[in-house]
C-alpha cells in the first residue's frame, strides 16, 4: 500500500510542476509581448525625435520666424531617422507678401532669395525630398514663379543639414526643407 501512496505523491508533485511550467510560460509569453509592445513604442519615439516643425527648422537655422505674418501651416512632413536630424518638409501659405521675411535674407553674408531659374535647384529638390510622402498639391510646381534659397549657398558639395526655401510669388506660398543628415 505504501508504494501507491508513494505513486500518489508522486503524480501530485508532477502535477503542480506542471502547472507552475504552464503559469511561468504563460508569464513568460505575457512579459515577451510587453517588451515588444515597448520597445515599438521606442522605436516611434526616437524616429519622432529627430525632426521638428517648419518654424522649428527656421529657428534651428538661425532664421527670425518673428517676421512671419498672417499664415497658415498646411503641410509638415518630418522624415525618418535614427540618426541625427530627419529630413524635414513644410508648406506655409500666407495670407499676403512676407516681404520683410524675405528681404531679411539679404545680408552682407549671403544673396538673399534668388529669381534665377535653376534646374539644377529643381531638379535637387525634386531627388532629396523623393522619399518623403508629399501630396502633389505641396509639391514644388516649377512652371510657376518662384524665388529660391538655400543656406550656406548653393554651389557646394554637401548639402547635409541645410535649409531649402522656395517661394511661390502668385501662391503666396513657401516651401521649407531640411535636407537632414
Not at 50 to 60: D, E, F, P, T, Y
Not at 155 to 161: G, K, L, M, T, V
Given at each position: 500500500m505504501r508504494s501507491s501512496g508513494v505513486s500518489a505523491g508522486r503524480r501530485s508533485g508532477i502535477?503542480?510542476?506542471?502547472?507552475i511550467k504552464g503559469?511561468?510560460?504563460k508569464l513568460k509569453s505575457k512579459i515577451n509581448v510587453a517588451l515588444l509592445i515597448s520597445s515599438l513604442i521606442c522605436t516611434l519615439v526616437c524616429?519622432?525625435?529627430?525632426?521638428?516643425?517648419?518654424?522649428?527648422?527656421?529657428?534651428?537655422h538661425n532664421f527670425d520666424a518673428a517676421l512671419l505674418n498672417d499664415y497658415k501651416i498646411v503641410c509638415d512632413i518630418k522624415g525618418e531617422t535614427f540618426t541625427g536630424r530627419a529630413p524635414s518638409?513644410?508648406?506655409?501659405?500666407?495670407?499676403?507678401q512676407p516681404t520683410a521675411f524675405l528681404q531679411s535674407f539679404s545680408t552682407d553674408k549671403t544673396e538673399g532669395f534668388s529669381s534665377e531659374k535653376n534646374e539644377a535647384f529643381e531638379n535637387l529638390i525634386d531627388s532629396s525630398f523623393s522619399s518623403l510622402k508629399i501630396s502633389n498639391e505641396y509639391r514644388s510646381d516649377w512652371n510657376e514663379k518662384y524665388t529660391w534659397f538655400v543656406s550656406g549657398g548653393f554651389?557646394?558639395?554637401?548639402?547635409?543639414?541645410t535649409l531649402f526655401m522656395i517661394y511661390f510669388t502668385d501662391d503666396l506660398k513657401l516651401i521649407v526643407c531640411e535636407s537632414g543628415h
Open positions: 502535477r503542480r510542476r506542471k502547472v503559469i511561468a510560460m524616429v519622432g525625435c529627430g525632426s521638428a516643425n517648419v518654424i522649428n527648422v527656421l529657428k534651428m518638409y513644410g508648406v506655409l501659405v500666407f495670407e499676403s554651389e557646394r558639395a554637401n548639402y547635409s543639414d
